[in-house]
């Protein structure tokens, strides 16, 4: 569904992938692993259009789409959460779930999402901004799933969460996995992005340092030291 191939992605001066190359078949979880500053965010960022590659490729789906814009990427199935999740904080719980842009017709409704997040729909009147900071990350999902994306991009979902909350990001995301959707997952959670994932990919210096399954990588303990502190 996804081919990234070894692309080449500059903050200006400052070149940052060196050669990034990934792939995500459809249906599968592949987890980004790596310390602060691989080059994870970039990654998406190259992926969705916010930052484009300098040089590389990248196919979705069988089209050639470096450098296309981020509400063109929506538009062809690809939805982004970025690690500030963007929630608006004076609209509503479900304001912020029926104002996104990009709907694209599929499986996820709003009845949909509301019973995979209860909570959300407990709360559908509250402000935004109202939200702890896990209902805040669930808004976000939520949200991600009603453009009924092909591919989700996921930045480190379960960043700042109590472990109880992390559990249950979790858990929703296993449901998310089941039925159907593809995801590309940046973590630095070891221990979630593989109880997870079926592939991983571990960048290290703006560049793929070591790839293979996701229980492969948990026999891996070089790998794991070098690379992600774990
Ligand atoms: N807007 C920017 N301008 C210049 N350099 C940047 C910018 N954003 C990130 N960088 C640099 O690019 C490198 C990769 O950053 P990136 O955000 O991709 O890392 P990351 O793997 O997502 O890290 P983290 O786990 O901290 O989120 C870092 O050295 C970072 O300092
Ligand atoms: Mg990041």
């Not at 979705?60 to 789409?65: P, Q, V």
């Not at 009924?148 to 449901?175: S, Y």
């Not at 210096?205 to 948990?218: D, P």
Request: no cysteine; glycine share 12%.
């Amino acid at each position: 569904m996804l081919v990234v191939d070894n692309i080449h992605t500059y903050y200006g001066a400052s070149h940052i992938l060196h050669g990034v190359s990934l792939n995500v078949a459809e249906g599968a979880v592949v987890a980004l692993l790596g310390r602060n500053g691989a080059g994870k965010t970039t990654t998406l960022r190259s992926i969705i259009g916010l930052t484009p590659p300098r040089r590389g490729a990248i196919r979705f789906n069988g089209a050639d789409t470096a450098g296309r814009k981020p509400h063109t990427m929506t538009r062809l199935g690809v939805s982004y959460l970025p690690e500030t999740r963007g929630i608006l904080p004076s609209l509503s719980v479900q304001e912020n779930l029926t104002l996104a842009d990009g709907r694209r017709p599929g499986p996820w409704t709003l009845k949909r999402v509301y019973e995979l997040f209860p909570g959300l729909y407990e709360r559908k009147s509250h402000g935004g901004g109202q939200l702890s900071g896990g209902e805040q990350q669930m808004l976000a999902i939520a949200r991600a799933l009603l453009l009924n994306p092909a591919l989700l991009l996921l930045d480190e979902p379960t960043e700042g969460l109590a472990p109880i909350i992390v559990r249950d990001i979790m858990a929703r995301l296993k449901t998310v996995k089941e039925e159907g959707m593809t995801i590309l997952l940046v973590e630095q959670n070891f221990r979630f992005a593989t109880s997870i994932a079926d592939d991983v990919y571990v960048l290290g210096k703006g560049a793929v340092q070591w790839s293979g399954s996701a229980s492969e990588i948990l026999a891996e303990t070089a790998v794991q030291k070098t690379w992600l502190g774990v």
